[in-house]
T-cell receptor, first 115, second 112 residues
Framework: DTEVTQTPKHLVMGMTNKKSLKCEQH?????MYWYKQKAKKPPELMFVYSYEKLSINESVPSRFSPECPNSSLLNLHLHALQPEDSALYLCASSQDPSGRTYEQYFGPGTRLTVT | SQQGEEDPQALSIQEGENATMNCSYK?????LQWYRQNSGRGLVHLILIRSNEREKHSGRLRVTLDTSKKSSSLLITASRAADTASYFCATASIQGAQKLVFGQGTRLTINP
């Protein structure tokens, strides 16, 4: 199984809502990532988890809160978002947490709209 | 900015022709990767080339890497309509290989 799954595919939320994005992989990968991608732009790294521990936070606002409950699951909790947070949120995983030797596998993304 | 530059930003060719995309970057790298993204979907890994490699092939794909010029190119031979997508290069630096930094991307259109 070489798939990364993400739910939901689409999410519309108001600025006062609390919602969560979910990501799952069963490839035994020990590094998982959250990216944000605006239209016609490249993905931008938000967070990296290595062996279920947060290893990189790219100065992301606290209204985004990541969680890695176990080696297969990655969540992104959303609270009090702004309309400019509307984007495609991509989850990825890789076998090698050092990043030196292996590619990243991406999920299909969650299209988030903040109203 | 650590992000790489890709050119061209957009490329439109006829089916069967070859497509070449270029990527330049700024830092010393551990490896460079190319990804494809169909509209609004996740990225698909195409090929990874390490800093000590100069050329790599995978099917119809050929990637070159010139670390002295901090540049890479992706060649797709005998293009097909299904190759229509955005193509991104991504670099993993020596200092922090976990963090992939993506180029701006090339939007490739293959006309039947």
């Amino acid at each position: 199984d070489t798939e990364v799954t993400q739910t939901p595919k689409h999410l519309v939320m108001g600025m006062t809502n609390k919602k969560s994005l979910k990501c799952e992989q069963h490839m035994g990968h020990r590094a998982m990532y959250w990216y944000k991608q605006k239209a016609k732009k490249p993905p931008e790294l938000m967070f990296v988890y290595s062996y279920e521990k947060l290893s990189i936070n790219e100065s992301v606002p606290s209204r985004f809160s990541p969680e890695c409950p176990n080696s297969s699951l990655l969540n992104l909790h959303l609270h009090a978002l702004q309309p400019e947070d509307s984007a495609l949120y991509l989850c990825a995983s890789s076998q090698d947490p050092s990043g030196r030797t292996y590619e990243q596998y991406f999920g299909p993304g969650t299209r988030l709209t903040v109203t | 900015s650590q992000q790489g530059e890709e050119d061209p930003q957009a490329l439109s060719i006829q089916e069967g022709e070859n497509a070449t995309m270029n990527c330049s970057y700024k830092t010393s790298i551990n490896n460079l990767q190319w990804y494809r993204q169909n509209s609004g979907r996740g990225l698909v890994h195409l090929i990874l080339i390490r800093s000590n490699e100069r050329e790599k092939h995978s099917g119809r794909l050929r990637v070159t890497l010139d670390t002295s010029k901090k540049s890479s190119s992706l060649l797709i031979t005998a293009s097909r309509a299904a190759d229509t997508a955005s193509y991104f290069c991504a670099t993993a630096s020596i200092q922090g290989a976990q963090k992939l930094v993506f180029g701006q991307g090339t939007r490739l259109t293959i006309n039947p």
